[in-house]
């Protein structure tokens, strides 16, 4: 079996038909118990060699809906240590282009681990690719004002694409040809990252399919947004009180918030939610998103980045 000593411990892999894969390889530490709604948090080094021979955890998440539960197939191991990578390389030694891909699902579902995202595909053309985990619904998105909470799905594709600059060079990839690429919600993730100043030199090309970069919600919006699912928990506004919720308490007050909008959208009462009835997305918050990204873009925020933006005709 493939190993590799990372800074944090080492590593052994698995490899078929000449691609060698790395799974459930932790870009930060688990973000519950202490870590509840912070920051990513540095990555726990560990003795030994870790087994990375399988998918890790993957954030916890709402269940889609009938029909979706059925169409979209999704990875079944949730849990707690849930930031966490997974890389297919054709050759250790070589110094490739790296695509790293941001999956979709409304920022409240999907997972870099579902059946469909087999990077080994993108190995065997002579690319390492990495997909990635980050937390999602309230635990990535939900925004109370304050800072600890804001963006925090965001910060952890952030910290996912610093691991990568700075250990891909050992699976054989090179971080100055780093693309970043993500449908729908993850689309929208990169449209926001493409105006977030500490994204900054972690990616040189981005690929965003059925999601661009207007996706994100005004701070006000999404202050409304967080205190009125706070009501709904009957708990203060505040990540102490957060953290000591259950997700499965947490995602049931989810799907309920989501319901609510869904039967009565009037954006008197929801703003710009009630429009695409996304209560959980990017949020403009002063601080790693210091301004809506659209005319951020506009004006060069990503100057250096190359960008292909589409969506589908026909599915």
């Known amino acids: ?55 890790g955890h993957t954030a916890p998440r709402v269940a889609y ?25 054709p050759d250790l030694a070589a110094r490739l282009p790296v695509m790293v891909w941001l999956h979709g699902g409304s920022f409240t579902n999907g997972s870099g681990a579902a059946p469909a995202y087999d990077g080994a595909r993108f190995a065997r053309d002579g690319v ?38 700075e250990n891909i060079s050992l699976f054989g990839g090179d971080p100055r040809k780093v693309t970043v690429f993500g449908e729908s919600a993850g689309a929208m993730s990169i449209g926001a990252l493409l105006a977030v100043p500490a994204a900054d030199g972690l990616f040189q090309r981005a690929v965003l399919q059925s999601g661009a970069a207007h996706h994100a919600l005004p701070a ?38 989501r319901t609510a909008i869904a039967a009565d959208p009037d954006p008197r009462r929801w703003n710009e939610v009630a429009h695409n009835l996304m209560p959980f997305e990017p949020v403009v918050d002063g601080d790693l998103l210091p301004r809506d990204p659209l005319p951020s873009i506009a004006d060069g925020s990503a100057a250096t980045v190359d960008v292909l933006v589409g969506s589908n005709t026909d599915e």
């Open 65 to 89: 809906p009938a029909p979706l539960d059925v169409l979209v197939p999704e990875a079944e191991r949730t849990g707690e240590d849930c930031l966490n990578l997974n890389i297919w390389t």
């Open 220 to 257: 006000a919006t999404a202050r409304r947004i967080g205190h009125h699912f706070t009501d709904m928990l009957g708990i203060p506004p505040t990540r102490h009180s957060l953290s000591g919720v259950s997700f499965d308490r947490l995602a049931e007050a989810a799907e309920k918030l």
């Open 1 to 55: 079996m493939p190993t590799i000593a990372t800074p944090h411990g080492t590593l052994s892999g698995s490899e078929t038909d000449g691609v060698t894969a790395f799974k459930g390889v932790p870009y930060a530490a688990a973000p519950f118990g202490p870590n509840r709604f912070l920051p990513p948090q540095p990555v726990e080094p560990w003795q030994g060699i870790r087994d990375a021979h399988h998918f």
């Open 128 to 165: 390492v690719c990495v997909t990635i985990n980050y937390r999602l619904g309230a635990d990535g998105f939900l925004y109370l004002g304050d800072g600890d909470t804001a963006n925090l799905g965001l910060r952890d594709q952030l910290a996912a694409l610093r691991w990568v600059q």
